[in-house]
């Protein structure tokens, strides 16, 4: 019999060589004490992260130009959510991999209207001032082109870095119909702290779902500019941080690495990184779903599976055993 | 003793028909007792790396136990109350132990080309409940309703989003994150984690890469030396 037989058999067969005696309970008993003891040491010491969640209302009062102009994008239909595509709605195609469109193949399950249910419904749940409530009429009985032509133009005209600039008193004359009443009034609700409780369902009793506040939320700069100062960026290794000092997933490093590389944090318009940094969330799934699979069948690939043998670390492990068996 | 017993006992042990003894054989053949819970263990079992898996459990057992007492309170307690702030501590550094202590066994299993001697399964389902922890940590980051989790859910909706998950796997759903972090996740893994233990037991410790050299050696050794000498 080789050698190499006489292993394969040993590893298969009930162990006959030498024992020792061992108690799997006790040990699992002491384990489960000694982490009950490290974990409440921790706790008391060190506490647990608790920032609490940013709202509309806090926006409203911290940033409120920010709050208008993001207000104004979702009218016009250039917010990021309005032209996100599925899951959410059909205005974009979503990320792909080659001619591979999982996004836009699931569909739209989670319908989202910016326009009517960030703005023109959360509007239309309260009362309003006399103002506002002229304009959401004059916004209602327009037509879709007549709505969208208000509002791309005094989106553009908000946002033309030569003029406005992002300042509402300084967006020249012109043919913007209720748009600006519209926006002001929002801010005035979120200020007033009332967009925070009807944004997720106007006029329903029970609210389990957030996707709308959270897709409002990360529209504007005010949640973006909060994950920057707290370092968690995709290409900060946001991932595995957390807010403060506390250790976040760790456990996502092999999965964060990815962000960080250059290729998939492109400025570049057009090429290769161009596109591997905007559909850069397919490919390092497509990657980490080989690389796990890679990792779960690792037993049956010739090569890997024997890099334990060829870097003998085993040897420490069972340092003892030879040590005895000399 | 009647005699309907003693007929049942002196019966020969035929193979069973039913489902139910047909699973009591299947039990009796690949994990007796003795197998299931043994009070020795081979002599090469010695070793601080042995220590990671049953560590991963202790911490697994105060995840449940903190998660069970957050459960009863609802998930913003803990941001009104210092009792609630400090079992969600132990939540939370009960799963940082947790992730630390299994890496480490997943690693020490590695070098230790663990998966040998028809132990696969061992080692996909330790791998697959890594995968299915990670999912439960997420839904559990997700559902802290403060900062972070409104940051993470809006950062993992797009990965979600681009593979199509995002669509009935919703990170920004606050009750059904909840639902699938407290009962779903958590009895997927523990099924798993229960075949995992399972498998180590039916199969045994892994021996070490080279054992079959050893033993021979030792034998050869022993025959050389003379009998009054052992």
Redesign the interface.
């Known amino acids: 019999m080789s050698a190499r037989t006489k292993q394969e058999t040993l590893e298969r067969e009930p162990w006959t060589g030498p024992a020792r005696h061992y108690d799997i309970i006790k040990e699992g008993v002491i384990a489960t004490l000694v982490v009950t003891v490290l974990t409440v040491a921790l706790a008391a010491i060190f506490s647990s992260p608790d920032d609490p969640a940013l709202t509309f209302h806090g926006w409203a009062k911290d940033a409120p130009d920010s709050l208008y102009a993001t207000t104004v994008s979702e009218l016009a239909g250039t917010s990021d959510s309005a032209t996100y595509g599925p899951p959410y709605n059909n205005n974009g195609d979503g990320q792909m991999m080659g001619s591979l469109t999982p996004q836009k193949w699931a569909g739209v399950r989670q319908p989202v209207d910016p326009p009517n249910d960030f703005v023109i419904n959360p509007l239309a749940s309260q009362q309003q001032p006399a103002d506002v409530a002229t304009a959401l009429e004059t916004w209602k009985s327009a037509g879709a082109d007549q709505q969208t032509s208000w509002a791309t133009a005094y989106d553009t005209a908000l946002n033309d870095p030569k003029g406005a600039n992002g300042d509402a008193t300084k967006v020249p004359t012109g043919e913007y119909g209720p748009v600006p009443t519209l926006a002001t009034g929002l801010v005035a609700m979120a200020e007033s702290g009332a967009l925070d409780g009807v944004l997720p369902a106007p006029g329903q009793f029970f609210t389990t779902d957030n996707t709308k506040q959270i897709l409002f939320l990360g529209d504007g700069s005010y949640l973006d500019d909060a994950g920057t100062a707290n370092h968690l960026q995709g290409n900060q290794w946001g991932m595995m941080n957390e807010t403060g000092n506390f250790p976040g997933q760790q456990w996502l490093a092999p999965f964060s690495f990815w962000y960080q590389l250059p290729v998939f944090n492109s400025e570049a318009e057009t090429g290769f990184a161009a596109t591997l940094t905007a559909n850069g969330d397919i490919y390092i799934l497509a990657i980490i779903a080989v690389m796990m699979l890679i990792v779960m069948f690792l037993p049956f690939i010739p090569g890997l599976r024997s890099i334990p043998r060829l870097i003998p670390i085993y040897k420490l492990v069972w340092r003892d055993y030879y040590k005895n068996q000399k | 003793m009647s005699t309907d017993t003693a007929r049942h006992e002196a019966a020969p042990a035929a193979p069973a028909t039913t489902w139910i003894g047909r699973l009591r054989d299947l039990l009796q053949r690949k994990l007796p007792y003795d197998k299931l ?11 601080w ?1 042995y ?1 990671f898996g ?2 991963t ?3 697994l ?2 995840i449940v136990a ?1 998660g069970a007492v957050l459960a009863f309170r609802g998930p913003a307690w ?2 009104i109350s210092t009792t609630g ?2 079992f ?7 799963v ?2 947790f ?2 202590f299994m ?1 480490i066994h997943l690693a ?1 299993k ?4 663990a ?6 399964k061992t ?2 389902t330790g ?2 409940a890594f ?1 299915v922890a ?1 999912g439960a ?2 839904t559990g ?1 997700v559902v ?8 993470i ?3 993992a ?3 979600l ?8 796997f ?1 990170v ?5 994150n ?1 639902l699938i972090h407290v009962f779903l996740l958590p009895a997927i893994l523990g099924v798993l984690v229960a075949i995992h233990l399972l498998l180590v037991r039916v199969h ?15 034998t050869v050794q022993e025959k050389s030396q003379p009998e009054e000498a052992r």
């Open positions: 819970l043994p009070e020795t263990q081979p002599a090469y079992m010695a070793s790396i220590v049953v560590l459990l202790g911490a057992g105060v903190s803990y941001h702030l400090f969600n501590s132990l939540h939370f550094w009960s940082q132990l992730f630390l890496v020490g590695f070098w230790m080309a998966w040998r001697g028809k132990r696969a080692w996909i791998v697959v995968v990670v940590a997420l980051y802290q309703t403060n900062f972070d989790s409104q940051w859910a809006f950062e909706k797009d990965g989003n681009a593979v199509g998950i995002g669509s009935w919703n920004a759903d606050l009750g059904q909840l045994g410790i892994v021996p070490p890469i080279d054992a079959a050299e050893v033993v021979e050696r030792t």
